[in-house]
């Protein structure tokens, strides 16, 4: 983005030689209309995190300002804490494994999802294209509380979700006080090889549980509500294809599906990119939902780091833990966002197939 | 949330139209699949919302006897009545206006007034301020709930209005969206009233600003449903009831805070009536909001 800047000064060097009077003014008048925007920035969210990182190292308990007297530097003790085993080990590691299934499966099938919508949008000869559009559009408009009070409704024991269920002769969960690990298919306990080690104080066995019950509904909330968003994106990705490009493979006598996966996919990558990296950073910020809904139960198991960081700080009073794990949820989120671009990166023997496809 | 069903049909009239290629043949079947498929996504993106609606004039028993019916029985104003009545939730109504007209209103000057200045003043150190306000916008939002709350504290603004709506202005994005606007105007336009005088701030005011309207509507969009829809900030800025916003108060209704039982036709009714506001918006904006969004992947 820094482009940007190179690329005005030319334009600036050029006024500034045909109106010099001007120059000074303009400096002043410069500085005077960002005055606003860098103190707000500067105030309530520059210094904020400079005050968080000396709480993440302080030993603050909530008493009195962070910057006062009786507080004292503790080194790495609370990000040690995290680690190092006990129930703030436990606590991360399990609002880790939580987060980290939500964003492995939330994020491919919400992308899946967003794509599908826009092709079928997309297609040709169909009608009504905007309503459609909208229909998918709206639950993004709407605040997560609201979506969750209503999901709240949706998945509750006598709810609309069990009661399609039983038209088919099934028996839904109680979803939002369900903590049953679904990848543990019903099974209590699982075997000793699994259940004997572990890592931050969650067993192997519990890791590869998988999202609870709970957190699955959760989950498919953060699908509903983001996939019109992308769905936006990618079509807008579509309608700026040059038809060109498909209609040569045609004539060429590829199949549909041939050239939906080896033209028009190869295009849409940049989107995909964008529409996986914004929704890892989303995932990886689940916070609204868990306040609202569950507090992080059934069993610990909507507990998010987010969340998390909330409530060991405004719950128990443990500033330096919940500043601390702000910071490891800020870091995951910038190494979240580089994987996405090292896996999507452009790969040579995938061109060569395209140009074979398509030449 | 009002019936989104009759609001949509004028959409139609705003389809984009795409001439059909010739040559191209498309089977009868294939067609009529895809509006199956595109029918059925939209009844299970619209449907619950209609439950929402209706839920909101059923009884508490009738809500959990028949979940899936549209038709309330028998129909109950209990749940608004109480919402209305006997609640704070006009109060967190109030705070919700305050707040986002403020911020909006907030917003949309200074963020016009940044961009113009990083668009066309030039000044010593504008880069670094156009670098630092990229390295800001990397920051996700989560991160800075304890921040926030650390520097209102000391700051004395912990429980008041100035501590809810001020580090709410604070907006790189929309100085983005602004200056790439401000740039995409002919310098021409402004070089006249320059030429003859008028100051910085005047030809900002009186020349460049009113051209600006589709970039400052877009700013009240997003500023609009960004404020409305906030809780983390809310959460961390005040704890005193009578400051307390619509997704704050809900919210807590939500998890039972204030009510016995699970009372779902009050807490919907609170859920739908919350979303009025920024339904209306979005569909007299909607054309606008559609392809802005989408747009947003084209730079």
């Known amino acids: 983005m820094s482009t940007g800047t190179v690329t005005t000064t030319p334009a600036v060097s050029a006024r500034r030689r045909h109106h010099g009077g001007i120059r000074k003014r303009d400096a002043t008048a410069g500085w005077l209309f960002t005055a606003p925007v860098i103190i707000i920035l500067g105030l309530f969210l520059f210094i904020p995190v400079l005050m968080a990182l000396w709480v993440s190292v302080s030993d603050w308990t909530g008493r009195g300002g962070p910057l006062s007297g009786g507080v004292n530097f503790v080194g790495l003790d609370n990000y040690k804490a995290l680690v190092a085993g006990g129930l703030t080990t436990s606590d991360f590691g399990i609002a880790l494994k939580n987060n980290l299934w939500y964003v492995v499966l939330v994020v491919p099938l919400q992308t899946i999802l967003s794509l599908l919508l826009a092709l079928l949008v997309n297609r040709e000869g169909i009608k009504a294209r905007g309503a459609f559009r909208t229909a998918y559009y709206f639950p993004s408009v709407t605040s997560t509380v609201a979506i969750t009070v209503l999901w709240l409704f949706l998945f509750s024991t006598t709810g609309a979700i069990n009661k399609v269920i039983s038209f088919f002769g099934g028996r839904g969960p109680n979803w939002f006080n369900d903590p049953s690990a679904i990848f543990h298919f019903g099974a209590t306990t699982g075997p000793a090889w699994l259940t004997s080690g572990g890592a931050l104080g969650v067993t192997w066995w519990d890791w590869l549980g998988g999202p609870s019950v709970a957190m699955s509904a959760m989950m498919a909330m953060a699908i509903f509500t983001t996939s019109g968003t992308f769905m936006l994106l990618f079509l807008a990705a579509l309608q700026n294809l040059s038809p060109d490009v498909d209609e040569a493979a045609e004539v060429d006598g590829a199949t549909g599906l041939q050239r939906w996966w080896y033209v028009t996919l190869p295009q849409l990558r940049p989107t995909v990119f964008t529409v996986v990296t914004l929704g890892t950073i989303g995932c990886w910020q689940v916070f609204d939902q868990i306040y609202t809904a569950t507090q992080g139960g059934p069993a610990k198991t909507t507990l998010t780091p987010a969340y998390l960081s909330y409530s060991a700080s405004f719950g128990s009073q443990q500033w330096g833990v919940g500043a601390a794990i702000a910071f490891v949820l800020f870091f995951i989120i910038i190494l979240f966002t580089l994987v996405p671009r090292w896996l999507l990166r452009e790969r040579k023997p995938r061109q060569f197939r395209i140009r074979k496809a398509t030449s | ?299």
């Open chain 2, 1 to 299: 949330m009002t019936t989104p069903t009759p609001v949509v049909t004028p959409v139609a009239a705003l389809v984009v139209r795409r001439h059909s290629r010739p040559g191209l043949r498309r089977s009868g079947l294939a067609t009529l699949v895809t509006y199956v498929v595109l029918v059925g996504l939209a009844l299970v993106y619209i449907f619950p919302f209609l439950i929402n609606v209706v839920t909101m004039v059923k009884t508490d028993a009738d809500a959990a006897a028949n979940p899936l019916s549209l038709v309330p029985d028998p129909w109950s104003w209990a749940a608004l009545h109480r919402l209305f009545l006997n609640s704070d939730f006009p109060t967190w109504f109030k705070n919700s206006i305050i707040i986002t007209v403020a911020v909006t209103l907030g917003r949309v000057f200074f963020d016009s007034l940044a961009g113009y200045a990083l668009a066309r003043l030039p000044f010593r150190g504008r880069s670094v301020v156009f670098a630092g306000l990229v390295a800001v916008m990397a920051v996700p939002g989560v991160v800075l709930l304890i921040p926030k709350f650390l520097v209102v504290n000391q700051l004395g603004m912990f429980n008041s209005y100035s501590g809810l709506i001020i580090p709410l202005l604070a907006d790189a994005a929309g100085v983005f969206i602004m200056k790439n606007f401000f740039e995409s105007i002919p310098e021409s336009v402004e070089e006249a009233a320059r030429i003859d005088g008028a100051g910085a701030f005047r030809v900002f005011w009186s020349i460049v600003l009113p051209m600006a309207t589709p970039a400052v509507v877009t700013i009240i969009i997003l500023s609009f449903q960004g404020s409305w829809n906030e809780l983390g900030h809310f959460i961390v800025a005040a704890n005193d009831p009578s400051l307390t916003p619509l997704t704050k108060g809900v919210a807590q209704l939500a998890s039972g805070a204030l009510s016995a039982g699970s009372q779902y036709p009050v807490k919907l009714a609170a859920g739908a009536l919350m979303t009025i506001p920024v339904a209306v918006v979005f569909f007299i904006f909607q054309r606008r909001i559609l392809n802005a969004a989408g747009g947003a992947v084209k730079e």
